[in-house]
């Protein structure tokens, strides 16, 4: 019985960091809460001098001195203990978001990437951007500014003058921190984007280092890289420039507010309106005042990283797909119908695929031919879900694709990419697809893959570490271990994207038998490939060419047509293929095969030319 699951859905106005922020909520009052307590042990110090210079010069009482010291004391230690549990808060705050978001953004980076997106890990740079902000010195900004005013009006209470000096330059200090804002917005922008721009061709050059190292290629891309850095230094230093001469005026101006509340309040004190205690106290109180925007400006440009950086996580997960629990279906058995699917390139709207029809039944293989660009591994995408059809219906078991949990389809899928796309891990884990290793359906896998000798020969066997993309295994070992991860605990549908590109002798035999064996145990096949060991085992052929089905039926219908359309037009080039299939002698999949041959079902486009297609 399929496992029913309620149908949620994110709404565009509620999305995993809306959902996120608001779970920190009660963390942010308790933040709040510090602010409010810290600030108010900050008048710790203006009020001790008060006292001091009121009370205690004044009278020579050594025992209220003693007293104010000691009450000084522990409340300054409170603040002290106070501040550091706020950076504690703050620091988990940071860890929490990027540990409750960093999953969502490498999964939406990952769909992403088959839509054509380009960004790779940079969500997941951008929130680490927004970690660092929250979890240093950036938000506690944001809770004490707010106090400001309140230091304001105490300072007026002490003598309005001072009140309106603090005022005044609480104002300035502002302007200059919204001046430095709209000055450095546009080049901290560019710098942002050119330092992703160099980044992400310096991680290019480094994943192609054979091919940048063997063709002396890599002068060329450090000049390229150098250009895009250029650009991204030239725009951080501008910012910094600006950002410079502002932080120079703000402490300036601090320094000056501050000469100017002594040289007030003792002018004040001179006229007899106001006490020395309270000419100190408006002093350090302005100080305190004043403190949050000189610290704003200080960590302006790190404030506006994570602006831009939380700007760009903001749009994507708000342009992302709507995300939908899918109910889980039963195991398939692995009939596979595509109906009328027509593929548009996402980028230019230009047809890969056109009106493609046709099915796969259980214990079936179809041999997918024809020539290059013709639409073939494009198709595979389509078959396995990693792109969806712009029009028509691709369904395992009568179940649209897209209607199925990607996860629980995965299960019963099995693919080989033309480029594998192994993992930096070892071989075991590899072929358990990175999840939890079943030794035993490990060595099954390996062994119907007919690599399990080819692994006990490499030097940790199934333990040994291969590297990013496979390195540290030759082409034909890659292609071997990912068949057997493709073969991994018995899937449904597989589908291989030339899975013999280099395979030797020996590797073509193991992969016929390996076909031979999946067939036997009733799973849908879909091979990409015209080498002879495929198209042995293959039950029908589909010719593909320019996104149109040109041929489609019973393999050895489809090779006469094919051998007959080379013979009619004397020209082999105008057979769609470098030469016509032909079959070994050897050709294990008639073993078993007892139906007669099915007529070539052609799904023919109406626009093809009639002789290409048997009817
Ligand atoms: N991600 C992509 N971005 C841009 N164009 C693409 C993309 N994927 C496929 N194409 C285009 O789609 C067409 C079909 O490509 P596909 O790789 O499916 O052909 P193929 O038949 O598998 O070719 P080959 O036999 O050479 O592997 C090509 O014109 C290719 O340029």
Known sequence: MAQQASITRSSRQDTELDKALSACRSAFWIMALFSLVINLLLLTQPIYMLQVYDRVLTTGHLETLITLTGLAAIALLLLGALDSLRSAVTARIGCWLYNRLGPVYLANGVNARLLGDTAGAQPLRDLSQVQTFIATQGLTVFFDAPWVPAFVILIWMLHPVLGILA??????????TIANDLLTRKPNLTANLAQISATQQAEAAIRNAEVVCAMGMLPAIVERWRNSNALAQSAIRTS???????????????????????????WLVLRGELSPGAMIAGSILLGRALAPVELAMSVWRGFSSARIAYGRLKLRLQNSPVDINRTRLPTPAGRLTVENVTYLLPQDRRPVLRNVSFVVEPGEAVAIIGPSAGGKSTLCRLLVGTAIPSSGQIRI?????????????????????????????????????????DDQAVVEAAMTAHAHELIQHLPQGYETQIGDGGTGLSGGQRQRVGLARAVYRNPRLIVLDEPNANLDQAGESALAATLHELKQQGTALIIVGHRPSTLAQADKILLLKDGRVELFGPREQVLQTLRGLAATSGKPGTVPMHKTPS????????????????????????????????Q
């Open 167 to 176: 005022l005044c330059s609480a104002i300035i200090l502002l302007a200059l």
């Open 240 to 266: 910094a420039e600006l950002g410079g001469v502002l932080v120079g005026l703000t402490k300036f101006m601090r320094f000056l507010v501050q000469i100017a509340a002594l040289g007030l309040g003792a």
């Open 397 to 437: 078991d009568g179940s649209q694709i897209d209607h199925w949990d990607q996860d629980q389809l995965g299960q019963f899928i099995g693919y080989l990419p033309q480029d594998i796309e192994l993992f930096a891990t070892s071989v075991r884990e590899n072929i358990a697809r990175m999840g939890q290793v």
């Open 583 to 614: 079959v070994e002698e050897n050709d294990t999949s008639k073993e078993g095969h007892t139906e007669g041959p099915a007529p070539i079902t052609a799904s023919v486009p109406e626009n093809a030319e009639p002789n290409r297609c048997a």
